[in-house]
């Protein structure tokens, strides 16, 4: 069984800063890519970065030069770094990844962290 476990949402007010963390646990042979969606209400989700095995990533335009993901291949974790936080960015942040478990390959979800960029 496999678990990915979020944290570091909240409510920031515009211009701050919040570092989110996905930590993938469970019987795992391979990871592959890591990656963040959000979804905004009323919208659909939406790929915000992602970071392959090797360190290559790639991000929305709408965060570029903002945000900045990263991964911890020892401990299994994905970080996104979150600055200049606008309002905008509020949304459901979901964490993503592709792996290898029980000899199958699939994406994986997190639950969800809410990050909030208000006044």
């Known amino acids: 069984q496999v678990q990915l476990v979020e944290s570091g949402g909240g409510l920031v007010q515009p211009g701050g800063s919040l570092r989110l963390s996905c930590a993938v646990s469970?019987?795992?042979?391979?990871?592959?890519?890591m990656g963040w969606y959000r979804q905004a209400p009323g919208k659909q989700r939406e790929l915000v970065a992602a970071?392959?095995?090797?360190?290559?990533?790639n991000y929305a335009d709408s965060v570029k030069g903002r945000f900045t993901i990263s991964r911890d291949n020892a401990k299994n974790t994905v970080f996104l770094q979150m600055n200049s936080l606008k309002p905008e960015d509020t949304a459901v942040y979901y964490c993503?990844?592709?792996?290898?478990?029980?000899?199958?390959?699939?994406?994986?979800w997190g639950q969800g962290t809410q990050v909030n960029v208000s006044s």
């Open positions: 993503n990844v592709n792996l290898t478990t029980m000899g199958i390959r699939a994406n994986y």
């Open positions: 469970g019987t795992i042979t391979s990871i592959y890519a």
């Open positions: 970071v392959t095995t090797g360190g290559s990533t």
